[in-house]
């Protein structure tokens, strides 16, 4: 995925919409919307989080309503999404020329709360703090460097990985809202970060090599010690997904495969299980921490951009979810 625009970008009417609160006063701003957001409807085995790089989104859908409008366009008017493009609170950040290209989002769950992370090619980077309905932490970083994920690690700091500028940044976010002091690791195509309790890494993973990071200093002076380098059994390093019941490992897609990564013995395996797992080219993997579903997201040659779908794949059970309205870049459940 390249930093530039693979199609007209077209700005949201709303911030965070949904039927019932499509009169909600614009002066109010999406953020303050979020809070209103039934917990029901967010915490639903079946919602997914996508990256719609054609309407410049992050959007909540349950997965049941995929299935109901499979083949068909989808109505965002009448679906949860977010943007920061009619956010007041965020327009020292740029949004125009920052949120462009929506390149992951993911939900964090911690002491503080419950938070959406997202990103875009376009520099910007932002947590926000669903159960307070405010801006945690946001940045624009270069619109050159192309970020492309980002995490959220136990001290309220956040890691943001960006390709083409080659590099792990790790800001001290819990330090305020607009704090921008950073530690970075150098990591050639960096493309996405997770963090592993269990072994109390920051995994970050690059065109070719997969770097363990282990938090040094403190959390308003945060550093990054590389303590696990491995080489990749295939090139084009892409995505890192947890895996439910094995909190060491990881999987991982590369240009070729996708991975299953023992964090425990530092070895590769390709993906074999659940059958039809593995492909070339996947650009995210979310597998569900309590049905064990996994849904993954692949180019399909079908949208006007040519990194993004028009579907949505599950596996175990299997099916394929068509949104021809959509340029999807991720998915990812929302639980």
């Not at 700005?11 to 006063?25: F, Y």
């Not at 989002?105 to 926000?128: D, E, I, N, P, W």
């Not at 592993?196 to 990054?224: C, D, I, K, Y």
Request: proline content about 6%; charged content about 15%; glycine content about 8%.
């Amino acid at each position: 995925m390249l930093n530039k625009e693979c199609c007209p970008v077209s700005r949201p009417e709303t911030g965070l919409t949904r039927r019932g609160l499509l009169g909600a006063s614009a002066v109010a701003g999406l953020i303050p919307l979020l809070a209103a957001i039934p917990a029901g409807a967010l915490t639903s085995q079946g919602t997914l989080l996508l990256c719609d790089q054609r309407s410049q989104s992050v959007i909540l859908v349950e997965s049941q309503t995929l299935l109901s409008t499979r083949g068909r366009s989808l109505n965002l008017s009448q679906l949860w999404r977010w943007s920061p493009s009619f956010d007041p609170g965020l327009e020292d950040l740029v949004p125009a020329r920052s949120w462009v290209n929506v390149s992951d989002a993911k939900q964090a769950v911690t002491s503080r709360g419950v938070f959406l992370l997202a990103s875009a090619s376009g520099g910007m980077a932002v947590a926000v703090n669903r159960t307070r309905g405010t801006t945690y932490w946001a940045q624009a970083l270069p619109r050159a460097d192309n970020v492309h994920s980002l995490e959220m690690l136990p001290d309220g700091n956040i890691a943001v990985a960006a390709s083409t500028g080659g590099y792990v940044r790790l800001y001290a976010a819990s330090q305020g809202a607009r704090a921008n002091h950073y530690e970075q690791h150098g990591l050639t195509g960096a493309h996405a970060v997770s963090w592993s309790e269990s072994r109390s890494l920051l995994w970050a993973l690059g065109t070719s090599e997969l770097h363990g990071l282990a938090l040094t200093g403190t959390a308003a002076r945060p550093a990054l010690t590389l303590r696990y380098r491995y080489t990749l059994p295939a090139t084009g390093g892409h995505d890192l997904a947890s895996v439910p019941g094995s909190p060491g490992d990881r999987w991982l897609s590369t240009s070729r495969n996708v991975y299953r990564f023992s964090g425990a013995t530092g070895t590769f395996a390709t993906a074999t299980q659940p059958p039809g797992f593995d492909n070339s080219s996947v650009k995210s993997i979310s597998q569900h921490p309590v049905t064990g579903q996994i849904i993954t997201v692949r180019p399909d040659g079908r949208t006007s951009c040519e990194w993004c779908s028009s579907q949505v794949r599950f596996i175990n059970p299997n099916r394929y979810d068509s949104l021809p309205s959509t340029n999807i870049y991720r998915a990812r459940w929302w639980v």
